[in-house]
Structure formats: C-alpha cells, structure tokens
C-alpha cells in the first residue's frame, strides 16, 4: 500500500457520496490512485467544470472532521446486495467487502481503506476536466 493511498481512497467514497447527493443523473466511473494524488471520473451529461469546487471540497472536509469510524465487514453476496450497489461487483465475485464510513456512506471496494475518517486529513481538489463526451475526471489530493 502506498502511504497515502487508504486516505485517498476514503476521501474518493466521500466525494462520491457528496456528488451523487448534489447530482441528478450522475454515475461514478473509475477511480485511480497516484502516490500523491487520486482521480474520480464521474460520467454526467451537466457540465461538471461549473460546478463551485470550494463548496464541495468544504463539504468533504466536514464528513472527515466528524471522525467517522470505516467498518470493513466481507460479506456473502446476498447480505452485501442489501445495504449497497454491487453494479460494479463482477458477479463472479461471492465474497463482497463493504467500506462503511459509519452513517454515510456504503459502497464495495476492495482496495485499502482509512480506519476512520479523521486519518484522511484535509482534502483538496486541483480541478476537474473534461475527458469525454459526458465524462469529467475530478483529480484531488489529501495533505
Ligand atoms: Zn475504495
């Protein structure tokens, strides 16, 4: 694991989250991981370059400073499939592990996780671009 990787990954489901409450329509894409940044795209047919990134970095900053604990529980398929989105779950998989950001957020993932959200420190987006017809790439960082 990477040092900041479990930071940037945590950050990236609470980002998600924000954006899916904020955004009609929206569906999270990828997510990658460099050693000192990350990157979601997020495929929407709003233009995603107007939106006020203070705002929604704020937003982030304020779940992170609520000290979320992170469960990790593995579920079986079926249990998984009743608290979250497996869309993105080959269905060959039978063993599922959630991240829960307690409270806020569910969602599978099997990548390394903070333990709670405290760990993250603060988070920053350096922008977001327009890679594709309705696909933006938000790149951020934690420090
Ligand atoms: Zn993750």
């Known amino acids: 694991m990477k040092p900041n990787e479990g930071r940037l990954q945590t ?3 609470i980002l998600a989250k924000i954006l899916e409450g904020r955004l009609e329509g929206i569906t999270v894409g990828i997510s990658k991981f460099k050693e000192e940044s990350g990157l979601l795209e997020i495929i929407s047919t709003a233009d995603l ?4 990134l203070k705002e929604i970095e704020s937003e982030v900053n304020n ?3 609520k000290g979320l604990p992170v469960n990790k529980p593995v579920m079986d398929r ?5 608290v979250a989105d497996l869309g993105k779950v080959p269905a060959s998989v039978a ?4 991240i829960d950001i307690e409270g806020f957020d569910k ?10 959200t405290s760990e993250i420190g603060h988070f920053k ?3 977001v671009e327009k890679v594709g017809a309705d696909r ?5 960082l934690v420090e």
Do not use: M, Q, W
Request: glycine share 2%.
């Open 11 to 13: 950050s990236e489901h």
């Open 125 to 127: 987006i350096l922008g």
């Open 95 to 98: 063993r599922v592990t959630i």
């Open 49 to 52: 370059r107007a939106l006020d």
């Open 107 to 116: 969602r599978p993932c099997r990548d390394p996780h903070a333990s709670n």
């Open 136 to 140: 933006y790439r938000f790149v951020f």
């Open 63 to 65: 779940i992170i400073s």
């Open 78 to 82: 079926a249990e998984a499939e009743k």
